[in-house]
């Protein structure tokens, strides 16, 4: 099975993909999409360059960054499933107001004429206020599925929430059968 991975702009969610690539490089063919903000910006977490080195590192494919090598993932039906990991409140927001203006939109633009599972590993600190709307619109929409999210430090971050990593694998598998994984609310992550 080809899964595509999109990782869009959650910078201190790296260390998570890099675990999750991990879990899923043996049982799927994986095709790499990265937001333009991942690509070109150096963080307190990562340079830019260090984390396409960590993946490499893990996984070796081309990462693509364009909207014309999203696009023709639609006619060409090239994936089984697409996992967006991490995916950012505004990436979230995209998706929820159908807005299409970069590669990663467009790679669900593009996956979703094929009715494809699109897996959403949401990472930010506003999903309990100003993004849940998005997360639960998504949430009932067909062909999307939302790996399972706990408040990752709800003392100091009350409306922050992460995805759950080691559910990833079970999302996906769950989603290729077109369901959602229950409970995707987990609660709170003991720090």
Do not use: W
């Not at 994986?30 to 070109?40: E, Q």
């Not at 971050?157 to 229950?182: F, G, W, Y």
């Amino acid at each position: 099975m080809r899964l595509g991975v999109a990782i869009t702009g959650s910078f201190c969610s790296m260390d998570d993909l890099l675990y999750v690539l991990e879990e899923l490089k043996n049982d799927y063919d994986i095709d790499l999409f990265m937001s333009d903000h991942v690509d070109m910006m150096d963080t307190r977490f990562n340079s830019a360059q260090e984390l396409k080195d960590k993946i490499y590192q893990i996984i070796s494919c081309e990462i693509h960054h364009t909207i014309n090598e999203a696009e023709i993932y639609g006619p060409n039906h090239l994936l089984d499933a697409l996992l967006i990991y991490p995916c950012s409140s505004n990436t979230l927001a995209k998706l929820a107001l159908g807005i299409n203006d970069n590669v990663i939109t467009m790679l669900v633009k593009s996956c979703l004429r094929n009715a494809i599972p699109i897996i959403i590993g949401i990472y930010s600190n506003d999903v309990l206020s100003l993004s849940g709307k998005h997360l639960l619109t998504l949430y009932n929409r067909k062909n999307y599925y939302i790996v399972p999210i706990y408040q990752d430090n709800y003392k100091q971050k009350p409306n922050s929430v992460t995805a759950c990593k080691e559910k990833v694998k079970e999302t996906i598998r769950e989603a290729l059968n077109h369901q959602q994984i229950q409970p995707f609310l987990l609660g709170y992550k003991k720090m």
